[in-house]
């Protein structure tokens, strides 16, 4: 079945940049989506941003647009979440996520069918 690790994720002083990586293997499939979601403690999952498969079309939070950047490589393949200027608001276990059939860009939570393990991202004030 289709894997997804995250890596990147750490401690950064608020300002501060990372790049999340997420490494995709075992993929039977074409043309899917791929989003990142964070979740911080005692709150719900939140989307962050969404990718389509010509990377054509991007999609974010208002919370993040203007400082996090969305981008792909479908040879690898990999998505990848630049992040810059990071506010403590930001510190959250960050998903990366494939919607395998997509019916609707960008897609709704419950329509994405794999989801990686996470990594912790920490911003300090």
């Known amino acids: 079945q289709v894997r997804l690790v995250e890596s990147g994720g750490g401690l950064v002083q608020a300002g501060g940049s990372l790049r999340l990586s997420c490494a995709a293997s075992r993929l039977t499939f074409s043309r899917y989506a791929m989003g990142w979601f964070r979740q911080a403690p005692g709150k719900e999952r939140e989307f962050v941003a969404a990718?389509?498969?010509?990377?054509?079309?991007?999609y974010y939070a208002d919370s993040v647009k203007g400082r996090f950047t969305i981008s792909r490589d479908n040879a690898k393949p990999m998505v990848y979440l630049q992040m810059n200027s990071l506010k403590p608001e930001d510190t959250a276990v960050y998903y990366c996520a494939v919607d395998a059939v997509v019916a609707e860009f960008p897609p709704g939570i419950n329509e994405y069918d794999y989801w990686g393990q996470g990594t912790q991202v920490t911003v300090s004030s």
């Open positions: 990718i389509n498969w010509r990377s054509d079309i991007t």
